[in-house]
């Protein structure tokens, strides 16, 4: 058994993170990317947490828990809860290196932040009302707002 545990701490101290986090509840990278690719399908899906957790018998605040990547998600939970989204299973590891290439799973803080604001009624009414522009005026949205933002970091920078 103790073996293991070793075996279990080095691999863990490989992956970019100590063991000792892991006893105090740190989430693992992959969980808390995977909880990302969660709650960005969910939200694709235009569903609440409560809806996508009576599609798969859970309550919301457990699907909060895997989209923050406090709890990890079983195999067969993220099975179902595929099928309720109706995605493959393999869509909630998009962006991960490859196991054993010796890349740590970072999530950059930013993807996060961008994640979470789609969460938010206001980034959803945002992307809904870009959506509605003919394709060629979100292009020139985007330049504009691409203009506004460098207006502000220069201003800052002042």
Do not use: W
């Not at 054993?100 to 809904?128: H, K, M, N, Q, W």
């Amino acid at each position: 058994m103790h073996d293991r545990v070793a075996k279990f701490a080095g691999n863990s101290r490989r992956n970019g993170f100590r063991a000792e986090e892991e006893s105090n509840q740190a989430s693992h990278p992959v969980d808390v990317h995977v909880g990302q690719q969660l709650r960005i399908r969910r939200v694709h899906s235009n569903l609440s947490q409560t809806e996508l957790g009576q599609k798969v018998g859970l309550s919301y605040q457990q699907v909060q828990k895997y989209e923050s990547g406090k709890n990890r998600i079983s195999a067969s939970m993220l099975y179902d809860i595929a099928g309720g989204l109706n995605v493959p299973v393999r869509c909630f590891f998009d962006g991960l290196p490859q196991p054993g290439s010796g890349e740590g799973a970072a999530i950059a803080p930013e993807a996060d932040e961008r994640i979470a604001y789609l969460a938010t009624a206001e980034g959803r009414r945002f992307v809904e009302e870009i959506l509605r522009l003919p394709p060629k005026l979100r292009t020139r949205t985007l330049a504009v707002i691409k203009a506004i933002a460098g207006d502000e970091d220069n201003g800052e920078s002042d």
